[in-house]
Nanobody
Framework: QVQLVESGGGLVQAGGSLRLSCAAS????????MGWFRQAPGKEREFVAS????????YYADSAKGRFTISRDNAKNTVYLQMNSLKPEDTALYYC????????????????WGQGTQVTVSS
């Protein structure tokens, strides 16, 4: 069982930056690939970024490439999402998730989910 708690969301102006964190419970964090997803009001949940268990591989949605960076610190049981050059369309509830196996952009394959942290980007 893994429990995930996101933090770091908030209100930021367009062009600004935020760093999201996701702290995981348990001693098996390094055995899970991690992902970030987001859901805007009235829209489906969408993939943002994913990282392999060893942090050797990362994968991004086209909307995140060049602006967002996913990273993890297995010693701290934490995964991060650095978001730069934020746009109003990035406004959403951001979730972190954990899955067994390799990294993926497919939400149904993730086993554990956090409660989300709100990111609001004003124009």
């Amino acid at each position: 069982q893994v429990q995930l708690v996101e933090s770091g969301g908030g209100l930021v102006q367009a062009g600004g930056s935020l760093r999201l964190s996701c702290a995981a419970s348990g001693r098996t964090f390094s055995s899970y690939a991690m992902g970030w997803f987001r859901q805007a009001p009235g829209k489906e949940r969408e993939f943002v970024a994913s990282i392999s268990r060893s942090a050797g591989s990362t994968y991004y949605a086209d909307s995140a490439k060049g602006r967002f960076t996913i990273s993890r610190d297995n010693a701290k049981n934490t995964v991060y999402l650095q978001m730069n050059s934020l746009k109003p369309e990035d406004t959403a509830l951001y979730y972190c998730a954990a899955r067994n196996g390799g990294y993926s952009d497919y939400a149904p394959t993730y086993n554990y989910w956090g409660q989300g942290t709100q990111v609001t980007v004003s124009s």
